[in-house]
């Protein structure tokens, strides 16, 4: 499975973008999807994720009402609704495909290249 992130860009605080995540082939259908995000000098963290039904949601308590995890299995596209941006949402944000409803980057086995998010105050 290939996947490739996409939506990112420079926005003011207070802002909103929508990220998605554009997957190649039928499997994608098969995996929780998650978001995670990096930020420079900073580990990769968890920023949301969604099972494979679109079903149950999870969060990090950083984005956790404002930001909206979907996806559109019929597609092969998921998405990272993302409102109220602060300067510290700021990061290199990555789609992944995993097993599981993690938390962990490492119960992700697909990844994409990651799209630049920008907020400035």
């Known amino acids: 499975v290939q996947l490739q992130a996409s939506g990112g860009g420079l926005v003011q605080a207070g802002g909103s973008l929508k990220l998605s995540c554009a997957a190649s082939?039928?499997?994608?259908?098969?995996?929780?999807l998650g978001w995670f995000r990096q930020a420079p000098g900073k580990e990769r963290e968890f920023v949301a994720a969604?099972?494979?039904?679109?079903?149950?949601?999870a969060y990090a308590d950083s984005v956790k009402g404002r930001f909206t995890i979907s996806r559109d299995n019929s597609k092969g596209l998921g998405y990272l609704q993302m409102y109220s941006l602060k300067p510290e949402d700021t990061a290199v944000y990555y789609c992944?495909?995993?097993?599981?409803?993690?938390?962990?980057?490492?119960?992700?086995?697909?990844w994409g290249q990651g799209t630049q998010v920008t907020v400035s105050s």
């Open positions: 992944a495909l995993g097993g599981s409803m993690g938390r962990e980057w490492s119960q992700y086995r697909y």
């Open positions: 969604i099972t494979w039904s679109a079903g149950p949601t």
């Open positions: 082939g039928r499997a994608f259908s098969l995996y929780t």
